[in-house]
Nanobody, 130 residues
Framework: LVQLVESGGGSVQAGGSLRLSCAAS????????MAWFRQAPGKERERVAL????????YYGDSVEGRFTISQDNAKNTVYLQMNSLKPEDTAMYYC?????WGGGYCYVRDASEGRYNFWGQGTQVTVSS
């Protein structure tokens, strides 16, 4: 099992920045696909960033490309989401998720569905005001 704990959410004005953290514990060697999802009220949960911790490759949703950066600190077993140039439409609950690769260490890139992730954190709220 893998436990995930998010932190770093809060309220910020448009144009500001926040950094979310996801601390992983447990059998972290069993997963190498770390992702951030978000869910706004009345909307479906969407993946905004994906990190393959084995190869270091990253992928982003179109809505956050160029503004958000996902990274990792292996020594701390922590994944981060640096969010810059925040917009009111970024307001959502943000979740950290961990998943196993489908083979050869590769993550599901095109398939961004929640079902590809085995473990989830409790979420952290991000609110961006205009």
């Amino acid at each position: 099992l893998v436990q995930l704990v998010e932190s770093g959410g809060g309220s910020v004005q448009a144009g500001g920045s926040l950094r979310l953290s996801c601390a992983a514990s447990g059998d972290t060697n069993s997963v190498n696909c770390m992702a951030w999802f978000r869910q706004a009220p009345g909307k479906e949960r969407e993946r905004v960033a994906l990190l393959n911790t084995r190869f270091g490759s990253t992928y982003y949703g179109d809505s956050v490309e160029g503004r958000f950066t996902i990274s990792q600190d292996n020594a701390k077993n922590t994944v981060y989401l640096q969010m810059n140039s925040l917009k009111p439409e970024d307001t959502a609950m943000y979740y950290c998720a961990a998943g196993r690769s489908w083979g050869g260490g590769y993550c599901y890139v095109r398939d961004a569905s929640e079902g590809r992730y085995n473990f989830w954190g409790q979420g952290t709220q991000v609110t961006v005001s205009s």
